[in-house]
């Protein structure tokens, strides 16, 4: 949502949800976000992923607050997405389901399976190996 009021009705709506939230975002919006996100989950887990799939790739993961100060000192350019590390997460293991459905997410909007792995492994601490074989039945 573009105007903060209907922002933050989305994130109060969407964050009572257990599970991972992924949020596309423009990047003139992306440090309105994290000030929201701020004042909502400021002990969150964030990860903003810039141009998925493609050879500027880059991931920045960190609080709220931390991603808002990088953000301010460098503007961003190009698609962004953001991803909401599910909270009370028990960092024991994961869940195939979960995963899998991660994986469809990205796969179906184009991003390469090797792509998919690299983000997947290093946000949910899953090896390629299980990535790749779970990427074979789509």
């Known amino acids: 949502p573009r105007k903060k009021a209907e922002r933050l009705k989305f994130l109060k709506e969407h964050l009572q949800f257990s599970g991972s939230l ?4 423009t990047p003139h919006r992306l440090c309105a976000l994290l000030k929201d996100l701020q004042e909502l989950i400021p002990e969150s887990e964030i990860c903003v992923l810039r141009e998925i799939s493609k050879i500027h790739q880059e ?52 991003i390469t399976l090797r792509d998919s792995a690299g983000f997947l492994s290093e946000f949910m601490g899953v090896s390629r190996k299980t990535i790749y074989r779970l990427g074979k039945e789509f």
């Open 22 to 25: 992924l949020i596309f975002e």
């Open 59 to 110: 991931v920045k993961r960190g609080s709220p607050e931390e991603l808002l100060n990088y953000y301010k000192q460098n503007p961003v350019r190009g698609e962004i997405v953001v991803v909401i590390k599910e909270r009370g997460r028990v960092e024991e293991g994961f869940s195939e389901e979960k995963l899998r459905s991660a994986l469809k997410f990205f796969l179906h909007r184009g």
